[in-house]
């Protein structure tokens, strides 16, 4: 038996997503996500028109080989693009095995370590009592874990921070933005960023949050890579009186040895590798426990074998993984996430940001929630499949993630 087809189908139900169709020679259909959000078209061409005739007559079964194939065999090696193409052919691959085992995907990673997964809510705010809001939805919802993005006064609009902030099924924030009557757009939006000002103010709204929601509920904060070493290590050490799961990506992180000057000053845990694409990309991060999650996507790290090639690694060391799971991530690219996070030892928690229901009217899921928790389901394979009448119905409307710049106009890292 043999990979017959391998197609690409970008669509845009709600949001852009592209999504890789595999079929065999006995008629299984794999599923695979390499939404690269802003940047889509470019893993569209990269499937198409250099990885999918190299695809067609292998032997399906033979997952890790492929990886390889793919990976050593394009002689330029990781990075964004390469990995989220290889990531949609691996995912796809992964669900034609499970769905041939008759058994849900988690099964072949070695079964479930876990009855339910925990998952952490986003609440944001422009200001305190909006946010507030926002938190107490999510609590009476039975989340036990919320991230919190305030707005900073002073700015006009803060990455991460929704206009709205009305919590419920839909996501908090839509990271990516088209033009204001939803056609496509030509550039990205500009944001306005004060470091300063956000130091003085972040701490002062986790001291209300503590006060008003007590010390049980799990905080997390994401920093969009905004902060220079030093004022990463500052943040790390303001925040460590209001106890976070994890501070997010304090400070770029291509620059792994700067994380060793935020470890020498703060205990406040850490979390980096939302933008990595690899295993290396966190080698010193890893062997000196310089980081305590992983944040990672099967998405964007090679699939599902890319991505349990980095959670042992990281296993060796302590260190836990919190996936990536913006609503740019598809929800195949959701479910692959979740039978890892149910088999792997060292699951720490899954970021949730519900998709659309016009995105899940394309994707039909068979993953559960409940109470703050998530489950991938029991239907064999990854659970999801993607309806291609609906998806015609939504065509690619180009969409670009923000860019930050200081108040003087330079441009910022975020
Ligand atoms: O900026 O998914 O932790 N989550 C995030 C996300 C990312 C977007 C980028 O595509 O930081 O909002
Ligand atoms: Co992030």
Do not use: C
């Amino acid at each position: 038996m043999s990979i017959s087809t391998a197609d690409v189908i970008v669509t845009s139900p709600g949001r852009n997503f592209v999504t890789l169709k595999i079929v065999t020679s006995d008629g299984l259909v794999g599923w695979g996500d390499a939404t690269l959000n802003g940047r889509e078209l470019s893993v569209a061409s990269y499937l198409r028109d250099h990885l999918a005739s190299t695809l067609l007559g292998r032997d399906e079964d033979r997952i890790e080989d492929t990886w390889q194939y793919l990976y050593r065999g394009a002689y330029w090696r990781r990075g964004p693009v390469t990995m989220a193409a290889i990531a949609a052919v691996d995912t796809a691959l992964w669900d034609i095995k499970a769905k041939k085992a008759g058994v849900p995907l988690y099964q072949l990673l070695g079964g479930a370590s876990r009855d339910k997964l925990r998952v952490y809510a986003h609440a944001s705010g422009n200001d305190y009592p909006s946010l507030a809001r926002a938190i107490r939805g999510y609590v009476d919802e039975g989340y036990t874990a919320v991230r919190i993005q305030t707005g900073v006064p002073g700015l006009e609009r803060v990455y991460g921070v929704s206009d709205t902030a009305e919590p419920g099924e839909r996501y908090d924030y839509e990271p990516a933005h088209r033009a204001a009557d939803g056609s496509a757009a030509t550039r990205p939006e500009e944001e306005d960023w004060d470091t300063p000002a956000y130091l003085r103010h972040v701490p002062a709204i986790f001291e209300k949050v503590r006060e008003e929601f007590g010390p049980e509920l799990r905080l997390l904060h994401d920093a969009h890579h905004r902060m220079s070493p030093i004022e990463a290590a500052r943040l790390a050490k303001s925040l460590e009186p209001y106890d976070l799961l994890w501070l997010e990506d304090v400070t770029p992180g291509e620059d792994q040895e700067a994380f060793r000057l935020v470890r020498q000053h703060s205990t406040t845990p850490l979390a980096t590798g939302e933008v990595f694409n690899s295993v290396h990309d966190y080698r010193t991060l890893i062997t000196e426990r310089l980081i305590d999650y992983v944040r990672s996507a099967p998405t964007h790290t090679g699939g599902v074998t890319g991505m349990k090639k980095l959670l042992d690694f990281a296993a060796i060391y302590g260190i836990r993984s919190g996936i990536h799971g913006p609503t740019d991530v598809s929800p195949v690219g959701m479910a692959a996430a979740l039978h890892l996070d149910l088999a792997i030892h060292n699951f720490g928690i899954q970021e949730y940001m519900p998709h659309s229901a016009l995105t899940l009217e394309a994707f039909r899921t068979s993953y559960t929630f409940d109470r703050g928790f998530l489950h991938p389901g029991d239907t064999p394979g990854l659970g999801v499949e993607l309806d291609e009448q609906v998806a015609a119905r939504h065509p690619y409307t180009a969409a670009y993630l923000p860019v930050n710049r200081l108040l003087d106009g330079t441009v910022h890292d975020w």
